[in-house]
């Protein structure tokens, strides 16, 4: 099999809302910790190795919120890569719960916005599914658009639940029913393989790795 094209998702680093339990919205996202930017540093660390052994990363995106802005800069700095900004690579709009506890929203709300996904989760917000297909659209026309290219993101945790809906063809109908991990500063593979008869097919290698932010001693056995 041939690989066509590859994408790569990066989630942020931690984040200051992620440490105060705050919805971090458009308005009021703040960036992210120390520690997070130590996150994000370690896997460019990583990336910078797999760029230079190849195949190289082509192009490099982001969203728009501060937190994916300053680690899709730590990537762009030491992969040498401009970084662009594309809005459909934000996350959820959340309207009058920017800002909020998290507790308390989903106190409210009965949950998780995925526990009721046909439903604003506050006054103005998106609902789940509507959210994922919005995200699903933006991501399809970033593939289309860099078509045989190989992609890297620094983006949200829900634009790998997005991926994952997409690329490996699961219902949104499923959405308050599946979960895929997105820690802070994971990776999630998918490559499009093509095979002798010229059959596409997606195929995901990795989900929510980690392994560069836990780096195993040489004297471990």
């Not at 996202?29 to 990363?57: I, K, N, W």
């Not at 989760?121 to 991501?139: E, I, K, M, Q």
């Not at 499923?174 to 997606?202: E, I, P």
Request: hydrophobic content about 40%; glycine content about 10%.
């Amino acid at each position: 099999m041939t690989v066509t094209t590859r994408l790569v998702i990066t989630r942020h680093g931690e984040a200051r809302c992620n440490i105060a339990g705050r919805v971090g919205g458009e308005r009021t996202c703040t960036g992210l910790t120390d520690l997070g930017r130590t996150q994000v540093e370690q896997l460019a660390t990583r990336l910078t190795a797999e760029h230079r052994a190849g195949p190289p990363y082509d192009v490099l995106y982001a969203g728009p919120r501060l937190r994916l802005q300053e680690s899709g800069q730590i990537l762009a700095d030491v992969l040498d890569l401009p970084l662009r900004t594309d809005s459909g690579l934000d996350g959820p709009h959340h309207a009058e719960a920017d800002g909020l506890l998290w507790r308390d929203v989903e106190a409210a709300f009965g949950g998780h916005p995925a526990a009721h996904p046909d439903r604003p989760w506050a006054p103005g917000s998106d609902t789940w599914n509507g959210y994922l297909h919005r995200a699903v659209d933006a991501l399809a026309a970033l593939l289309q658009r860099h078509e045989g290219e190989t992609l890297l993101l620094a983006a949200h945790g829900e634009t790998i639940h997005a991926a994952c809906h997409l690329l490996l063809g699961v219902p949104l109908s499923m959405s308050s029913r599946v979960y895929f991990g997105a820690d802070h500063a994971c990776l999630t593979r998918f490559d499009l393989h093509q095979d002798a008869y010229d059959r596409l097919a997606w195929k995901l290698t990795v989900l929510n790795d980690t392994a560069h932010l836990h780096p195993v001693s040489p004297f471990r056995c």
